[in-house]
Structure formats: C-alpha cells, structure tokens
C-alpha cells in the first residue's frame, strides 16, 4: 500500500515536472500589423516589452503595409495564419468565418474586467455575444481647426457644445473669396465614410437601425446628407471634389497643413503631421453635433486566429499589451490615443507632452467618448462600404439629387443585407 | 551505369526499327517525352483550376467554409439584380467599342509613318514604343495629372484652342472617354507589329505599281493594307481580349476617393473585389465564366469575319 502511494507520488511529481517544463518551453508567436514605418516600431517597443515580461514567449512582428486584409486572408487560407492579428472595422467578416477565437472564457479565467479597462470601447469587438478581440488603439475623430483664422474673424474656438448652427456661422465666416475664387476655405472633408456617415448619426439618423435594417430612407438621414452636401454646393464652405483635384490633392489634412482651411475632421494621428508645421497655430475640439452628437472612434484591436498553436500564451499577449505598461508605450511614442482608459485619462496622454509640442485641449478625446458611434461592423463590412461608396460618390459630384441617393442607398442594402 | 543502360536501351530500339518502337511511332514518344512538362502543368495549374471553377460558380464559397451548392443563383442574380454588374458589362462594352476601332486606326497611321525613310526615324520608333514599357500603375498616376480640371496638361491644351475641358475623372460621362485616351497612350505595341509587317512587304509590290502609274494613296489602301491584314486581324484579336479584362487603370482610379465608381467599373475589377474583398468567390467565379463565355463569342465573330477581309499571301482569294 504505501509502496503504491509512493509510485503515486512519484508519477505525479515526474508528471508536474514534465508539464512545468512544457509551460516553459520556448514558444513563438507571430503578430500581425499594418500602419507606417513609425507604427511598426511603436509595435517593436511593446513586443520588448511583454518579451521581458514572458522570457518563453518569442513574439515576431509581421508588417504589412498595404493590402492588409487580402495578406492575412491568403495566410489564413494557406493554412499559415499569424497568431495575433491586429483588425479593425472588416473584424467580423473573419469573426462570422469561424477564423477568430472567442476570448469570452480566457477573459473570465484571467479575470480581466473589460469595462473597467476599455469603458465601451470593446462591444464593437463583439459579434453574436462572444468577444473576438481586445481594443488595443483607439480614438475619436475630433476637429482641427486653425486658431489665426478663428482669432482673426474674431470667432468663439469650436466646443462639446457646438450644434450645426454654430459650426455652419463659424464655416461661412471662416471661408475667404477672391472673386470667384475661394482663398480659404471654412471646412473640408468629402467622401470618406467617417465624415458623412458622422454627421447622419450627429442628426438621429443611421446606417442601419437597433434590428440591422438600413435606415438610409429616414428623413433624418436624408437631411443629414442634404446638409454635408449643401456644405459643398451651397454655402460653398468646403471643397467640392473637383476643387480637391485643382488643389492636387485627395485629402483636407494637407490643405489645412498649408493654411487653407480653419477646420477639419480627423484624428489623433494628425497631431503628430501638425507638429513641426511651422507657422500654423491650431488646437483640437470635440466634434459637433445637432439633435444628437456623433463621431467616429478609429481603431484596433488585437485578435487571435483560431488556427493558432499556443492560443493561451496568445491571450498572455494581447492582455499585456492592452495592459497599462505596454499601453504607455503608444502615448510616450505619440503613435496614437490608447484604448486603455486609465491610461488614456493618465497626465501624460492629457498633457500631451510626449507628442504635441504645445499645449493642446487633448480632452476633447475624453469628451468625445459618449458621442462614439456604434458602427454598423457586419461581417460584409468591406461590401458595404463598395456599394454605398458607388452611389455616394456621384452625390458628392452633385451628379444625383438626395432623394435618389437615399433610395438607391437603401435598396442597395436591403439587397446585400438579405 | 543508369547512363550506359539507357544508351544501351536506344542502340537496341534503334536496331529494332521493324517492332512495335518504330521511327515514328518513337518520334511520337519522344514527343509526348518533352511536351510532358507543360501538358502537365497545363492540366494541373490550368485546367484543373478552369473545372473546378464551374463547379465554385454554382455555388456560395467564402474562401474558408465549405462550398455550399446554390445551383444558378449566382448567374440568375448577376443578370436580374446586381445593378453593379450590369454597370460593369456596359462600362466594359463601351470602353472596348470605343478603344479598339480606336487603336486599330491610329496604331495603323503611326505605323505609316514611323515606316518613312527619314533621318532620326528610329528616334521616333523609340519614343512611340516607350509609353508601352511604363508600368500602368505610373501611366495612371501621371495622367491623373493631365486630366487635372482647371490647369491639368489637357485642359490647358484645350483651353489654347478655346475649349472649356470637362473634369475628366470626375464626370460620370468623361470617365471612360479619359480612360481611352490614356489606354491609346500605350497604342507603341500595335504599332511595332504593323511596322514589322510593313517592311516585310516586298518592296516589288510597290515597284509594279508605281510602274503602273499609282498613287500614293492606292500603294497604301492596294499594297499595304491588304498586306497587312493578317497583322491587323491579330492586334484586334489580342486588343478585344485586352480591353474586355481591364484591371489596373480602373483598380487604381477607383482607389481615388472622389472617382465615379460606377461609371468606371468593369467586368475584371469587379471580379477582384467579388473575390478577395468581399470573400465571394463562388459569385467571382461566375462572373469569370460569363467573361469566359463574352470573349470566346467576339474572338469567334472576328475568326468568322476574317475570312472577308483577311488577305494571305499564299492564299488565293475564296
């Protein structure tokens, strides 16, 4: 009998033994990204980071700067997908795919308290009840605007409590002519889905309603987009595409770089392009709203493949990359807002010294958190933007009146949605 | 050892011409021998693939569940409901009217007369052909440029002449015309084969009829067209295939945020992002088939044609 026992022990100390050293074993991870070259090495510090922190766990930084979607899915389909991949609005065309592990019981067995490290942040991450990924970056679209300019048509700065009213005045004011010829402009934007699709939400309106219908037939929809547009070919505040391709450029960030423009919509990555601007003084608000606020929160999240090998060193990862420490990194290296909420209401993301050399209303981030848009993030995301963008696109050339726009929208929609 | 063996083996073929191994019967052999590698390839990466792709047609394939069998969903809602595609086969069928009549002409003219004896004439050859080596994705960027509204090259050229240009590629009517232009920007291929096929021409043809007292007009609608219309019939050929899968220059426009989308949309792009955007690749699959089955029916209509103007050398006339 106690020979027995003593085998016993034996046998299970040998089999602790052996299944501590598996913990142990070397394991590596690959992780995906997309961005810019600084991007990649904000990823790089943070990897060194939970390296440290996990010396068994090897973690190889896969960049890929263009084409992201199509190179993950190639991998995924050849069998040879990372471990972690960084995904952002097109998630759950790969959550809906079976090709995401559900992190619903690591989080519960790790403890993790999402609300009270993301806020809400995480529900867009959420397809069918389960969570597919933890929000690693992320930030509201706020507005730029060009302070001279306010200052010297002796305007109010823009604020939270800014309604289309007041950005509308401001705009007209705001926007010099020569002649015929617009010398500075009050606002830009065009057709980007974060712009229009803001300001649908800014007036009660939606893409898809509380059921997942498209709602581009409501009146406030149509108002919404009538106004965006009126922005462009009435007032004649903002450029029209055509006036975009005669400034030889696609985009407001640079027009409002050069100053020629007092406003524009985007988001936290353009304080690092305004930096070293000399000459040009601006500062950052939240953006308005009408009968409701609305903007757009840009951002990622970090995601495990199902087909991955080592899925719970994997979630080791991603939780300490969302974690205080490895969040940091991102503010300290003026890479972008972090999702983190501690950290994000921490002094040195408001102080903004790390990234900003001036001092700048960086709680517009934090007064912007409950005008969030809930995006409507289907798994056909990428289609949805297609057909929309096709339609949209002759609306803002002013090719089709609103009302066919809208009806168009909404019975393309309805047919891709069914 | 393996070697001498082998040699063995043909000495002993060889000297048993009258088995079953005779000279042709091993003619045939060895040829089956070296064509191996590419009958296999052929039927491996080729028609493997082609097969397999008219079963995914019938079905709704997201590129990682199993393909699920819808019979002809995919054509019946290509042709009754999917507004885009019906944007895309016009798009597609206007812009190849258009360029290749287009192509043939001017391809031709600029053969005519790149063909002069002129001093520094191989100069001009160069400088026709060059725009054909730039990859497409540098042409589209640059005349993103020349289509630039107000001060775009073109515009400030029509503007000389008193013409108000239109915003090429952001008018939904202009879109596909600056397309063409852009493609004719490339016509230096044609022209290098009608150029070859000119100074084949015997020059006795030219010789005779100037004997006879021709002109230079009938030397070239006589001679040289006719002469050249085998050349002619294989540039409209490979510039109808060409134009009917046009990818880059609408792939890349339309990655422009203000660009028309559907009016600039054609058949091959809409494929892509059937398949590798929007993961649907029993419907691309289609799509590929309904291509498959355009081009096949306009190539057959010209073979058909060519018979009436078409004029072999050694070929009496039907």
């Known amino acids: 009998m106690r020979l027995r026992m003593l085998a016993l022990l034996t046998i299970s100390l040998l089999l602790l033994s052996i299944s501590m050293v598996a913990a142990q074993e070397p394991v590596t991870l690959r992780l995906s990204v997309w961005g810019s070259l600084s991007d990649q090495e904000a990823y790089q510090a943070r990897i060194d980071l939970a390296e440290q922190q996990f010396p068994n766990i090897t973690v190889e930084l896969l960049y890929t700067p263009d084409d992201y979607d199509q190179r993950i899915q190639t991998m995924m389909a050849g069998g040879d997908a990372p471990d972690i991949v960084q995904l952002a609005e097109a998630i759950h065309g790969y959550s809906s795919r079976g090709q995401l592990l559900a992190l619903d019981e690591m989080i519960a067995s790790a403890g993790l308290d999402m609300a009270a490290r993301f806020g809400t942040n995480h529900l867009q991450y959420q397809y069918e009840g389960s969570q597919y990924a933890l929000p690693d970056r992320g930030g509201a679209m706020i507005v730029y605007y060009n302070t001279d300019m306010f200052d010297a048509a002796g305007l109010e700065y823009p604020n939270a409590s800014w309604t289309w009213e007041n950005f509308l005045a401001a705009a007209q004011a705001l926007t010099v002519r020569e002649g015929d010829a617009v010398t500075q402009y009050g606002f830009a934007a065009g057709g980007w889905w974060p712009w229009w699709m803001s300001f649908i939400y800014q007036n009660s309106g939606a893409v898809l309603d509380e059921s997942g219908a498209p709602a581009f037939n409501s009146a406030e929809a149509a108002e919404a987009l009538q106004f965006y547009n009126d922005l462009v070919y009435t007032y004649e505040v903002a450029p029209s595409p055509e006036d975009y391709a005669n400034l030889g450029t696609n985009s407001p960030d640079p027009l409002f770089a050069q100053g020629k423009v007092a406003m524009i919509m985007t988001g936290f990555w353009n304080i690092a392009s305004l930096r070293d601007v000399p000459d040009l003084n601006w500062d950052i608000a939240p953006v308005w709203g009408n009968t409701a606020r609305g903007t757009v929160a840009f951002g990622s999240g970090l995601a495990i493949t199902s087909s991955s090998a080592h899925p719970e060193e994997a979630f080791q990862i991603i939780s300490f990359l969302t974690d205080e420490a490895a969040q940091t990194v991102i503010v300290e290296r003026g890479q972008d807002a972090p999702a983190n909420v501690a950290v994000l209401n921490s002094n040195l993301f408001l102080s903004g010294e790390t990234f900003a050399n001036r001092d700048i209303y960086m709680e517009a981030f934090g007064e912007s958190a409950d005008a969030i848009i809930a995006l409507p993030l289907i798994p056909q995301w990428n289609e949805m933007q297609s057909v929309m963008s096709a339609t949209l696109d002759e609306y803002f050339l002013n090719a089709i009146d609103t009302q066919t726009a809208v009806e168009q929208l909404q019975a393309d929609l309805e047919d891709l949605l069914q | ?318």
């Open chain 2, 1 to 318: 050892m393996a070697a001498s063996q082998a040699g063995l083996k043909q000495t002993r073929l060889i000297t048993r011409t009258g088995g079953w191994l005779n000279a042709s019967r091993r003619e045939a052999l060895w040829f089956y021998l070296i064509i191996s590698p590419w009958l296999v390839g052929l039927l491996l990466l080729l028609a493997g693939p082609m097969l397999y792709s008219i079963y995914l047609s019938f079905t709704d394939w997201n590129l990682f569940n199993a393909p699920e069998w819808v019979g002809f969903d995919n054509y019946i809602r290509l042709f009754t409901r999917d507004r885009t595609f019906g944007y895309a086969l016009g798009n597609t069928f206007y812009y190849t009217f258009l360029y290749v009549p287009l192509n043939i002409v001017l391809s031709l003219g600029i053969a005519y007369l790149l063909n002069k004896r002129l001093p520094g004439i191989r100069l001009f050859r160069t400088v026709i052909y060059l725009p054909y080596v730039v990859p497409v994705v540098a042409t589209t960027m640059v005349f993103r440029w020349v289509f630039a509204p107000d001060n775009g090259l073109l515009n400030s050229f029509l503007a000389l002449l008193g013409i108000d240009g239109p915003a090429w590629l952001l008018t939904p009517e202009w879109v596909k015309i600056a397309l063409v232009i852009m493609s004719l920007w490339g016509v230096g291929s044609s022209v290098v084969f009608l150029l070859a096929g000119m100074q084949g021409i015997p020059a006795e043809l030219y010789e005779a009829a100037a004997i006879d007292g021709a002109s230079e007009r009938q030397h070239f609608f006589g001679i040289t067209l006719p002469m050249l219309s085998p050349v002619i019939f294989f540039n409209m050929i490979m510039s109808i295939i060409a134009s009917l899968q046009t990818f880059t220059q609408v792939y890349i426009l339309n990655a422009e945020p203000n660009t028309p989308g559907n009016a600039i949309v054609m058949i091959i792009p809409y494929l892509f992002d059937n398949a590798f955007r929007f993961n649907k690749m029993g419907y691309a699959s289609a799509i590929a088939w309904v291509l498959f089955v355009i081009i096949f029916a306009f190539t057959l209509l010209v073979i058909r044609s060519s018979s009436a103007w078409v004029f072999y050398e050694n070929e009496m006339k039907r």
